[in-house]
């Protein structure tokens, strides 16, 4: 039978620009599981990238484990550390937790794709796109903003690392669009998320949208 897959010396690869990378990245510090994992700095779309010796898949994040075990995506990689953990849990155990996480993964992936989609040459880009995914994300970021006016997002979990890691790459890769001009809750949330160690350690490089 083999031998169960841990963190010692474990691997992280990750782009800088990533920002689901981040999302893992920020939960090994947050845990302080940072110790076990070295992190690798690596390239994707690239048949030379280092990444393909570990996996097929190729993105990131990537987590090699002690025997070579690769697990990949940032919620499949926090949901494994989630296990390694005592007395401390990352992803919410409750349905309104799971709610909350959904939103904030939820806007980030709205983002991602409204920003894809600038990034194209403008005679090729999709207005309807681009309607959909802004109007998307104000409706997000207004439930969101009443969600933190209540109290929540409080807990330093799985929500919190998404919620946090979205917005930060809207102030980023995304500056774009304006989410703080009519949410006064979100943003003092944001200026109290963005002085945590592991939000420092892991800021990407700003693009030029």
């Known amino acids: ?13 990750y782009t800088d620009g990533s920002p689901y990378a981040r999302m893992a990245r920020m939960a090994l510090r947050e845990t ?3 110790a076990s994992v070295e992190e ?36 499949l990689i926090i949901t ?3 296990s390694q953990l005592e007395g401390q849990n990352l992803i919410p155990r409750t349905a309104h937790g799971l709610s909350a996480h959904g939103q904030a ?10 920003n894809r989609e600038l990034r194209r040459p403008e005679e090729h880009r999709s207005q309807d796109l681009l309607n959909l995914e802004k109007v998307r994300a104000e409706r997000i970021a ?5 969600a933190v006016a209540d109290g929540g997002f409080q807990t330093v979990d799985a929500a919190y690392i998404a919620l946090s890691t979205a917005l930060g790459y809207i102030d980023r890769r995304h500056t774009v669009w304006q ?3 009519t949410r006064p809750a979100l943003k003092k949330w944001m200026d ?6 592991a939000f420092m350690e892991t800021v990407p490089q700003p693009s030029g949208i």
């Not at 700095?41 to 690769?70: E, F, I, K, W, Y």
């Not at 993964?105 to 409204?114: A, R, V």
């Open 32 to 34: 302080g599981l940072i």
């Open 80 to 82: 494994w550390l989630d």
């Open 179 to 181: 989410w703080r001009a």
């Open 142 to 146: 207004d439930a969101l903003e009443k």
């Open 192 to 197: 109290a998320a963005s002085q945590r160690p």
């Open 105 to 114: 993964l939820g806007l980030l992936d709205g983002i991602i794709s409204w």
């Open 40 to 75: 690798h700095a690596t390239t994707v779309r690239d048949p030379q990238s280092t990444l393909l010796q570990h996996s097929p898949v190729g993105r990131v994040p990537s987590l090699v484990l002690s025997d070579g075990t690769t697990l990949v995506e940032s919620f």
């Open 1 to 13: 039978m083999p031998a169960t897959p841990t963190l010692a010396n474990a691997r992280l690869f």
